[in-house]
């Protein structure tokens, strides 16, 4: 090849070729560059050969009649000596003429416009943990309350005095009930605690493991918490070709001459002979260049079929365009020979000696990410804290009024419970005690509520008609006045020594947390 001059076709597709921009008017090799322009020049070095560049932007396509077009069938008729370019190896044109060694290899992928970024969904912050996490923690709280129970009612020091006052009671009871254990660790879980306290050993070490567990567990969460919060995803309408098939109302193509569109008329896969028959059926939805595809991309609904190093070129230059899913074949770029030409020998060996120096990589980064507005959505923009907005924590705000609506809910039918049973117990009418019931509510002052109820025997009023009961009595008004007054008051000396019986009768008779 020393010292020869070639006819080498190449196209204006951009980064491969470009027509040159300058203000003088250019003639011969100096009207182009791109990246099979410096390719081609590098190559020329090391075989010493010289060339002519001819513009051909059709690069093949076989017809019915066996006849070839573009440069194909430049270089079979002996017209070109080379033709580099994104020239696509297929089994066809391989057929027809010869091709290097591969100096780039690629497969088709899907361009599409990136979409808007989606605020986070309301209950986002339920996503911070797995469902199979929150199950298991239902599970173990449950579970727990179950175990606490248990331990304490085996513990006998759980079991207390329910009146101090009384030195041999009756009766002991025990705090640990469902619905206290249960409130114990759900206060724990919310990092609040309870009036519940463990006294016993065995049920102070179960409390301060699980103390232990929801410390672990709420420190995850809330550190994991505000990323989902204020990350902003991107919603994709589709990640793979066959879901972009099923979607209804997005368009797709490719470029009506090339391997990208003989790649799903020659698939036999279904989906892709569909989508073929769909997209020669549909005009519009074929373009002649890349660059319509991406405008088209970029302005309506449409998803093109490209080259994967198509696709990165484009991505360098529209920041808003994206490529989705995986490559849906693999194929190589090469330069294309007549059948048995003598220089395939020569060409290949420059091709792997660039290769193996990294010079076509560099090429490639020059053409992609630097010249011709490359490297534009490259730079890492330093984007402003944000902050929680409203719409971030409207999940929270939505727990917490459907928690109290279900709160006043209940307590509301808790009420007319005890106003039901008021009215059976005292032969009054429901609608008079519920009257009553929300006069006393609706004043919203006093924290002491007066029991209204007729004397029976065993009651205050009834104990306070026993001359030897009264010292009692005003001994335990005077305690409840002077509790709700911060006053001291002196106790009648004889009320100590009342009898027994009366004591423990008044006792009894009254509440005790």
């Not at 505000?226 to 991107?234: D, H, P």
């Amino acid at each position: 090849m020393k010292n020869k001059t070639f006819i080498v076709l190449i196209s204006t597709t951009a980064p491969y070729g470009y027509i040159k921009e300058s203000l003088q008017e250019l003639e011969g090799n100096d009207r182009y560059e791109g990246f099979t322009v410096d390719l081609i020049e590098e190559l020329s070095k090391l075989l010493e050969f010289s060339y002519e560049f001819r513009e051909q932007n059709k690069y093949g396509t076989l017809y019915a009649n066996g006849k070839w077009d573009g440069m194909v069938a430049e270089i079979m008729d002996e017209k070109a000596d080379f033709g580099i370019c994104d020239f696509t190896i297929t089994s066809d044109r391989q057929r027809a003429i010869d091709f290097s060694v591969p100096f780039m290899t690629l497969g088709i992928g899907i361009l599409y416009k990136e979409p808007s970024k989606q605020p986070p969904e309301m209950f986002s912050f339920m996503a911070v943990f797995s469902t199979e996490v929150w199950i298991w923690m239902l599970f173990a709280q449950i579970g727990l309350g179950v175990v606490m129970i248990f331990v304490g009612r085996i513990s006998h020091k759980e079991w207390q005095n329910p009146v101090p006052c009384i030195e041999d009671p009756d009766e002991f009871s025990n705090q640990f009930s469902f619905a206290n254990s249960v409130w114990l660790i759900i206060g724990s879980v919310m990092q609040q605690g309870s009036e519940i306290a463990p006294i016993a050993l065995a049920p102070r070490m179960i409390t301060s493991v699980w103390w232990f567990f929801t410390m672990v567990m709420v420190a995850s969460y809330t550190g994991t918490l505000v990323a989902f919060l204020t990350v902003e995803k991107n919603v994709l309408p589709f990640t793979n070709v066959e879901e972009l098939y099923r979607h209804k109302s997005i368009s797709y193509g490719a470029k009506k001459d090339g391997s990208t569109i003989n790649f799903f008329r020659d698939s036999k896969n279904e989906i892709y002979q569909k989508m073929y028959s769909k997209m020669k059926s549909n005009p519009g939805w074929l373009v002649t260049h890349n660059d319509i595809a991406v405008s088209i991309a970029e302005e309506k609904n449409y998803a093109a079929f490209m080259e994967s190093t198509s696709i990165e070129y484009y991505k360098e230059r529209h920041c808003d365009l994206l490529q989705i899913g995986e490559l849906l074949d693999t194929k190589s770029y090469g330069i294309g020979m007549k059948k048995g030409s003598e220089y395939k020998k020569h060409i290949d060996d420059a091709l792997l000696t660039l290769k193996e120096r990294g010079d076509i990589q560099k090429l490639k980064d020059i053409w992609w990410k630097e010249k011709r507005g490359g490297g534009k959505c490259g730079v890492k923009r330093d984007e402003e804290q944000k902050q929680l907005t409203l719409r971030n924590m409207v999940g929270a705000f939505v727990v917490l009024g459907v928690g109290c609506l279900l709160g006043l809910l209940i307590s509301t039918l808790d009420m007319l419970w005890g106003v039901f049973k008021r009215s059976l117990k005292y032969q009054t009418t429901f609608q008079y005690e519920l009257v009553e019931e929300l006069k006393f509510a609706l004043t919203f002052s006093g924290d002491v509520k007066p029991v209204r109820r007729r004397p029976t025997e065993g009651s205050s009023e009834a104990l306070a008609d026993d001359p030897e009961a009264k010292d009692e009595l005003k001994s335990l008004r005077s305690v409840r006045s002077s509790d709700t007054h911060r006053t001291h008051h002196s106790h009648s000396h004889s009320s100590r020594h009342s009898s027994r019986s009366q004591s423990v009768a008044f006792a009894r008779m009254r509440s005790y947390d």
